[in-house]
């Protein structure tokens, strides 16, 4: 499986992006899909995750205000739309898919995308 994120750049605080991920190599469909990010001297933390069918959707508590997550199962692509942005948002946001779980833990995720950089100037 591989997953490739795009959409990453520099915002200036108050802006938005709209971070993408493109899945191959598995049905996307049968995965649920998540963002993480990791700070600088960090632990990747939880972002949001997206059931295979939308069903269900989980937002970090720092961010349920103002990222959205959505999926295109036919083109094998999830977003994350990131709003209202803050210089503390700044972070690599990686993606995942989980074949099993919707769960916050990272560990339930078996494969990751290279990650794309988040950097927000205040």
């Known amino acids: 499986v591989e997953l490739g994120e795009s959409g990453g750049g520099l915002v200036q605080a108050g802006g938005s992006l709209r971070l993408s991920c493109v899945v191959s190599g598995r049905t996307f469909s049968a995965l649920h899909m998540g963002w993480f990010r990791q700070a600088p001297g960090k632990e990747r933390e939880f972002v949001a995750v997206?059931?295979?069918?939308?069903?269900?959707?989980d937002l970090g508590d720092s961010v349920r205000d103002r990222f959205a997550i959505s999926r295109d199962n036919a083109k094998a692509t999830v977003y994350l739309q990131m709003n209202n942005l803050k210089p503390e948002d700044t972070a690599v946001y990686y993606c995942?898919?989980?074949?099993?779980?919707?769960?916050?833990?990272?560990?339930?995720?078996?494969?990751w995308g290279p990650g794309t950089q988040v950097t927000v100037s205040s």
């Open positions: 995942a898919a989980a074949p099993l779980s919707t769960r916050r833990d990272k560990g339930y995720y078996a494969w």
């Open positions: 997206i059931s295979r069918e939308s069903d269900y959707i």
